[in-house]
């Protein structure tokens, strides 16, 4: 049914710490790594060994370059999946009922067996996080790896999304961002998380944090590390006067 | 977005079937047996062959069926629904009109509603788009009504409603632009606010996420196509409106004449169709430092 829940239970999503964030793409790998062996089809790829490789991935880490008005520009790593919109424009274009956002926690899936491939969901989502398996012709998604999360066969401590159990810079949390107790929904009220594209409407559940601003002071250790030698002393000190003698 | 030939030709040729139908739904032209066999057969080669050549960029077409179910909140849904709706209408007032000599009136008139609601169906599939502002605003529906109306009066022959019909189209495709032209910007999405990072500088695409072309930029960050797209609109709108026009409307009048005259307006109007998926920007561009 492409018609919206009124309400879900649980608001199970993602905060993403842009602060933390190394860029180093093991979420975007680890994401392609459980996805293309579990639900659904597998995550293909196209051309991999050629000139103009391309494949369909849930989860890409684009970097960007963030210049202020005054002092030094910033390099900022944002990972990007299905932000599990509660206003979510991809389910309710779907024609065939395959898209759907689940009421007992929120989370949008894609019933690959009713997906006739037309790519009208891709196309209603702002922030391109759906893309079409171009081997199977259904469209692939975030599932917020629901094989792992309710997975009574893995350990308690894998019990999270791939990409926020291998993040190593602990950049990605994983809870219910419904329950204003629960620890994503605290670290989103302490560093201000924020919603992408909100003037769209779609209400995501992810949030991110911002990066946290520079120190303007030099750090403490900062006089330890002057330079020890500011005139060349030696055989590069009687070079330098002998040059400037010449010269 | 990506211009898929399918998709263009669905739009172009199952807006032109259906207007043709909306026309034959209100006795225009009023001819029975075999002429309105000929009217009708067009009508449906058109309306069933756009419809059947939308399946075509379905990644699982045998699946198609399952379309007509969402109707509750899905547009494509909606149009599927329609469509078959006034394709069966149509086809029950067709009988009369061929067969029987006979003019259901009232059922030639649901049909004409139905056919041209299929044609506000289609439109609404890419209005409600709001990530693509240029589709999402009152003036796309406007726009395929118009298209719809006035190719299917060229169809039916109704000249002296196709002539001035034509100017019609030609003027508000223009309105089209000049509004269109606007939305990206008014709709107050930037990479700014795609990534949440406005406040703290500019911004600006330092590293693509991937290294060649993925599935998103091909389908939603068409940049190429719009390099001639002043040069297309005026070829197109002059193929679409003013050409047919003078043609119609300058004597002499042969039927020669008016087949150049439809043949140069569908021209114009798949021209048309290609820049209104080409010009056609998405917000996913954003993240990829492009429109």
Redesign the interface.
Known sequence: MTQLPTHTEKKLGLVIDLDTCVGCHACVISCKGWNTENYGAPLSDQNPYGADPSGTFLNRVHSYEVTPDEGAAMTVHFPKSCLHCEDAPCVTVCPTGASYKRVEDGIVLVNESDCIGCGLCAWACPYGAREMDQAEGVMKKCTLCVDRIYNENLPEIDREPACVRTCPSGARHFGDLGDETSDVSKLVAERGGMDLMPELGTKPVNKYLPPRPKDDQIDILAPFLETVAEEPQGFLGWLDKTLERIG | ?HPAPSIIFFTVFSGLGFGLLTFLGFGKPDYSGFTAFIFFLIAYVFAVGGLVSSTF?????Q??L?????W??????RE?CLAVAALTVMGIYAIGVVFLDTRWTLLGLVGAALSLATVFGTSM?YT?????PRWSHWTTPVLFILYALTGGAFLAGQTSIAAPMLLLLGVFQCVYWIIGDKLFSA???T?E?????G??????????????????MK??VHVVGRKHARTLRIIGVLCLSLLPYLLLVLPPFYHLISLLALLLHIGGALILRWLFFAEAE???GL??GQR
Do not use: C, D
């Not at chain 2, 590293?207 to 072309?213: C, L, Q």
């Open positions: 977005m960029h379905l990644g699982n077409p699946r198609a399952k379309a007509f179910s969402q509750r909140s899905s547009w494509l849904s599927g599939i409600q788009i709001t990530t693509v709709s107050g999405s990479i606010t795609a990534t949440g990072l406040s703290m500088g500019k911004i600006r695409m330092f590293e693509a996420p991937h290294s060649s072309k993925n599935y998103l389908e939603m998405h917000t996913v993240y990829y």
